[in-house]
């Protein structure tokens, strides 16, 4: 009787399920050409170009389905000229826009949408601010090191900024909204910052695919966080020869990330080779992790660049076990590794990667400050 009754509420479960509401959007376009629109949705870890494909008939469309949680979705042209962007949510929701025209859409039915939209509006002051500082800080980076480091230490006062506006927002604690522009502006290696914005949500807060994204994101950086242990990890050259993590105990590993592609990694090299210039006859071994996928971009890019030390892969780009241990999301990443197999830092960066090594292998500093 037990099991019958079990079976019951499951199904009535499901039942109720199939009847929770989905979406309706109902798109009119003034003066468009094409038959298609395609549906992007912007969401973490989205590895599809295009999740869906509509046809418009007479600058027409209906777009139906059910979300589990609501976000944001852009509806592209088949010409791939422009966007226009909704924040989707279960109901049933009205949008109009002129083709051709730099015009945000007209939307109407999607309480998400609307917040989505006030919050844009209310944060343009201070995320103009925000680009500006990022926009120098990305040219000191490339010309002044000593004007980024300068600039770096005003990050966490940014930060401080950002996560002010979204915990002011008078419906922080429930928005569906707010953990998306969370994701956006907090770093997940902010941990101090994306802990204090994720411990105020609640109810369906809790439940979006943003927030999700946020906490996974925390979790995968206090795996590489100072003092834990680094993944262990054989990987081979292109000549075939293997190199395992373990064997290199006893002494310090500097493992830069880097790829083929990767115009800032090239940056760091000149860095990098002063580094191995210092430490030749000191305890630390030296290795670059290439992040291909094509073994014959790997193998030219140790041909062009030939360095001297190891460069080895798996071949797996992004998607290896490798950088999911590492949380290596974007290029360059250089860590280093104490001679117990503790991770030291993944922060190492140009001038002040040479700096800190030195001190740590108590170079003297005036063969630091040679001319490179």
């Known amino acids: 009787m037990k099991v019958i009754k079990y079976i019951f509420l499951l199904c009535l479960c499901w039942a109720c399920r199939q009847d929770e509401p989905g979406f309706m959007v109902k798109g009119k376009i003034e003066g468009y050409p094409g038959t298609k629109l395609f549906v992007r949705e912007m969401i973490p870890d989205n590895k599809m170009w295009m999740n869906d494909t509509l046809e418009v008939v007479n600058g027409e469309f209906v777009y139906t389905g059910k979300v589990e949680s609501p ?41 998400s949408h609307d917040e989505f939209r006030m919050l844009k509006r209310k944060s343009a002051g201070l995320l103009c601010g925000y680009n500006s500082y990022r926009n120098r800080l990305s040219e000191a980076m490339k010309t002044d090191q000593g004007l ?16 002010s506006f979204l915990k002011e927002q008078p419906d922080y604690a429930r928005s569906e909204v707010l953990p998306y522009f969370a994701q956006e502006w907090i770093k997940a290696e902010d941990i101090g910052n994306m802990e204090a914005f994720l411990s105020g949500l609640t109810g369906p807060a809790r439940t979006s695919v943003y927030t999700r994204y946020c906490e996974r994101s925390l979790q995968q950086e206090k795996r590489v966080l100072p003092g834990k242990e680094a993944y262990n990890f054989t990987l081979q050259d292109t000549t075939g020869r293997k190199y395992c993590l373990s064997d290199y105990r006893g002494q310090y590993v500097l493992l830069e990330f880097s790829a083929s592609w990767c115009g800032w990694c090239k940056l760091e090299i000149p860095y990098l080779k002063r580094v191995h210039e210092l430490t030749h006859n000191k305890k630390l071994a030296m290795f670059t992790v290439n992040l291909d996928k094509e073994r014959k971009l790997w193998v030219e890019d140790v041909a062009k660049e030939n360095l001297p030390w190891p460069v080895i892969s798996d071949l797996q780009a992004f998607d290896g076990e490798l950088t999911r241990q590492y949380n290596v999301s974007g290029i360059p990443v250089i860590f280093l590794i104490d001679p117990e197999g503790k991770i030291v830092t993944n922060k190492l960066r140009g001038e002040q990667m040479i700096e800190y090594i030195s001190r740590l292998m108590e170079i003297p500093s005036d063969t630091t400050t040679e001319k490179r």
């Open 71 to 111: 976000r944001l979705i852009y509806f592209i042209p088949e010409n791939f000229q422009g966007r226009y962007e909704l924040f989707l949510e279960n109901s049933s929701i009205g949008l109009k826009v002129k083709y051709g025209i730099p015009e945000p859409p007209e939307i109407n039915g999607s309480k």
């Open 148 to 163: 980024y480091v300068r600039l770096a230490d005003s990050s966490e006062i940014w930060s401080a900024r950002l996560l």
